[in-house]
């Protein structure tokens, strides 16, 4: 059996975007690693969803090691910088951020757990973060590079299959009036365009759709920012298979020309 090390920018990137790739690699022998940059301290809560003395930052590390229960993630580790914020924000100049980290030593971190690990599969973010967040393109960034200085030769980008949400966008009334309801922001982000992936440019397509009761409430231990009433949480079992039912990456230097590659193992 192989070894897999996912590499994530804040909690709860991790339950959106791999977990289901994650359960089946576990469910499959393999073993699971997570890593994660930051704790998400920029993220947004709810007024007084903190208990007194209480941390995001803290909240958001413990409910990524619930989360990491319900994947059957094997090793959870955190970098330990902080949050950058979205582009463009006062956060992005926080020394302590991880888009101002050193970047030797960052890939240094990394590298030394995909050596501990003797890591056969990383996952990384695509080269522009998903949709621009500074933390996800370091992650890129990082990332490619310490797979390179620890050997490892099975990397892949986690991405956002932007073909099939504008299709679903235009194509299913349902699914566009969904969309309307997240909040201004995500909802700007859709219609970026360098938000994900163009079909084309993907070549793995993994099928989580055994997964998804798993990987909603996966989702749904990050309760700080995913609530069950939240745009994630209050999906109808149909719109969050739609959504989440395949997991994208992209193997930079391959290009498909038939079908979709589904094994990130071999």
């Known amino acids: 059996m192989a070894t897999m090390v996912n590499f994530h920018a804040h909690p709860d990137d991790e339950a959106i975007a791999t977990s289901g790739t994650m359960m089946k690699a576990a469910d499959e022998g393999h073993?699971?690693?997570?890593?994660?940059?930051?704790k998400g301290e920029q993220g947004e809560t709810e007024p007084d969803?903190?208990?007194p003395g209480e941390t995001l930052g803290g909240r958001r590390e413990a409910e990524t090691h619930d989360a990491a229960k319900i994947i059957g993630a094997h090793r959870v580790e955190f970098l330990g910088y902080e949050d950058s914020g979205m582009a463009g924000e006062e956060a992005n100049d926080n020394p302590a951020c991880f888009w101002q980290a050193d970047f030797d030593e960052a890939v240094e971190r990394v590298a030394r757990i995909l050596?501990?690990?003797?890591?056969?599969?990383?996952?990384?973010y695509?080269?522009?973060?998903g949709y621009g967040h500074p933390d996800h393109i370091q992650v890129h960034r990082v990332g490619v590079d310490a797979a390179h200085k620890a050997g490892v030769e099975r990397v892949f980008y986690v991405t956002m299959n932007r073909t099939q949400i504008l299709r679903q966008m235009a194509e299913v009334e349902a699914f566009a009036e969904a969309i309307e309801e997240i909040d201004a922001e995500r909802a700007e982000r859709f219609s970026e365009e360098d938000f994900g992936t163009?079909?084309?440019?993907?070549?793995?397509?993994?099928?989580?759709?055994?997964y998804l009761k798993r990987k909603r409430s996966a989702m749904l231990a990050h309760a700080s920012q995913i609530t069950a009433d939240s745009f994630f949480?209050?999906?109808t079992d149909k719109q969050f298979a739609d959504a989440f039912g395949?997991?994208?990456?992209?193997?930079?230097?391959?290009?498909?020309?038939?079908?979709?590659?589904?094994d990130l193992f071999r």
Request: hydrophobic share 45%.
């Open 233 to 235: 949480g209050s999906m």
């Open 115 to 124: 050596v501990e690990e003797s890591a056969d599969v990383l996952t990384v």
């Open 31 to 38: 073993r699971v690693v997570l890593v994660v940059a930051t």
């Open 126 to 129: 695509d080269d522009h973060g």
């Open 49 to 51: 969803a903190l208990s």
């Open 246 to 262: 395949t997991e994208w990456f992209v193997a930079p230097g391959l290009t498909r020309t038939g079908d979709f590659a589904t």
């Open 198 to 210: 163009e079909e084309a440019e993907i070549t793995h397509a993994v099928d989580v759709s055994a």
